[in-house]
T-cell receptor, first 114, second 113 residues
Framework: GNSVTQMEGPVTLSEEAFLTINCTYTATGYPSLFWYVQYPGEGLQLLLKATKADDKGSNKGFEATYRKETTSFHLEKGSVQVSDSAVYFCALLNGSGNTGKLIFGQGTTLQVKP | NAGVTQTPKFRVLKTGQSMTLLCAQDMNHEYMYWYRQDPGMGLRLIHYSVGEGTTAKGEVPDGYNVSRLKKQNFLLGLESAAPSQTSVYFC????????????FGQGTRLTVV
């Protein structure tokens, strides 16, 4: 079946440090891949997405590249800010028989200290 | 500019009580979903709907029922609450056109004592 695995957190970084959050997936067919972010006390919101192999999604300084050969979609940012502190979820949407159901990883908490 | 609205935001129930969570979206989306979020487990799909009058089971449907009588509303019911249903519940909606993003509500924090 379809599944998403993220690195365990929490991840604690100092401001301006480089961020990588690993995400790997298992899926049949050709899924679309997403990163969602959840700020404290809020719902999830889309951060970026990629719909086919080798696509790079980017937003707010974050990037992730859809790597079919390694079934990965790692999230990166070159210089994190305190305001990036949140929970990050990797998710996939399987294209076959699509009903819009997202499969989520367990989430990775990021804490950025000044 | 409401998007997806969930009510209530917080609730405490006693074991065995019933309640209904309401989700409303104003984006004319076909698809709607109910997820629960538990520590270390990400979001798990409870039930979903692909259109008015339709519902289907997700990954963890036991103990929950849903209804989609109107396109804009998706109700989640707990007939007899159990402590294992203590969680944060999120509703989401999305268009039925391709790989579009899902929009989430702010969540309902439910505690069953």
């Amino acid at each position: 079946g379809n599944s998403v695995t993220q690195m365990e957190g929490p991840v604690t970084l100092s401001e301006e440090a480089f961020l990588t959050i690993n995400c790997t997936y298992t899926a049949t067919g050709y899924p679309s891949l997403f990163w969602y972010v959840q700020y404290p006390g809020e719902g999830l919101q889309l951060l970026l997405k990629a719909t086919k192999a080798d696509d790079k999604g980017s937003n707010k300084g974050f990037e992730a590249t859809y790597r079919k050969e390694t079934t990965s979609f790692h999230l990166e940012k070159g210089s994190v800010q305190v305001s990036d502190s949140a929970v990050y979820f990797c998710a996939l949407l399987n294209g076959s028989g699509n009903t819009g159901k997202l499969i989520f990883g367990q989430g990775t908490t990021l804490q950025v200290k000044p | 500019n409401a998007g997806v609205t969930q009510t209530p935001k917080f609730r405490v129930l006693k074991t065995g009580q019933s309640m209904t969570l309401l989700c409303a979206q104003d984006m004319n989306h076909e698809y709607m979903y109910w997820y629960r979020q538990d520590p270390g487990m990400g979001l798990r799909l409870i039930h979903y709907s692909v259109g008015e009058g339709t519902t289907a089971k997700g990954e963890v449907p036991d103990g929950y029922n849903v209804s989609r009588l109107k396109k804009q509303n998706f109700l989640l019911g707990l007939e007899s609450a159990a402590p294992s249903q203590t969680s944060v519940y999120f509703c989401a909606s999305s268009s039925n056109r391709g790989s579009t993003e899902a929009f989430f509500g702010q969540g309902t924090r439910l505690t069953v004592v």
